[in-house]
Each structure stands twice: as C-alpha cells, then as structure tokens.
C-alpha cells in the first residue's frame, strides 16, 4: 500500500486532496534503456605505430655490420645437415620477427631489417635450389647468398 509523503500530509494533511495531488505530481523523467552513453573525446593520445626512417638506415647500417660475424658462429653450433643452410636465416629471421613485432623504436627497425634481409636470403637461396644456380646472376659483395 501507498503512503503518502510527509511533505504532503503536512501542506494537506490526509485528505481527498493530498491522493489528488500526490497522484497527480510530475515524475521525474527517466532515460530510456535505448540510448548508448556518449563518451568524451580524448585528444593528443596518438601513436604512430611506423619507424623513424633514420632509425630504420642506422638499424640497416648495424645489422649488415653484425650480420656475418653472428651467421659464422651460427654455421659453427648448428651441425651440418639439410638444415645448415637454411639455420642462420632461420634463427636470425625468428629473432628480427620478435624483435618487429615486440620491439620499440630503435630495435622495432632493427628487427624490420633483420627480417628483410633474412626473407630475402631464403627466397634467393630457394630459388636457387630450384632453378640451379647457373640461372642465377648475384652480384653480392659479400657473399651473404
């Protein structure tokens, strides 16, 4: 059962008239189940997710420095095998992945660079392996492939 509210009774009392005027009050308006809530716009929180091209050319620069004395000490722990050709641009291709994917800055390029030259690498030795190397024309100063 209802009651009526003290405020009321006391300008009322209990009467036929405070049930009219109690019944008849205005509700307070509720918000519908409908509507999403709007959310404030943050601003200044962007992130450009790409690489610095110069970080990337020093990153480049580093890793062609380092690139065959870690691929020589690779060839010498991996046993040989049919693996052993393909183990140095394995582990160093896993290796600059984690570091493009995980990596910040600096060393996201340096994993990028990795990645390319190791990518390449297996492409150009695969298809090597398939058309035989006399179709081949490399002109690497280095010997990497």
Known sequence: MMKLPKSIISKYGITKKAWSVFRHRKTTKTRSVNTMPRHRRRFGHRSSGGVNPMNMVLASALYGAIR????????????????????????????????????????????????????????????????????????SATGWY
């Open 68 to 139: 065959q004395p870690i691929g020589n000490m690779i060839q010498g722990v991996v046993p040989s095998g049919t693996l052993s050709g393909y183990a140095d641009e394995a582990i160093l291709g896993v290796t600059g992945y984690f570091l493009a994917k995980k990596g910040k800055g600096f060393m996201k390029a340096l994993g990028m660079s990795a990645l390319v030259v190791e990518s390449a690498s297996v492409g150009h030795q695969v298809t090597a392996g398939y058309l035989g190397t006399s179709t081949m024309n490399t002109s």
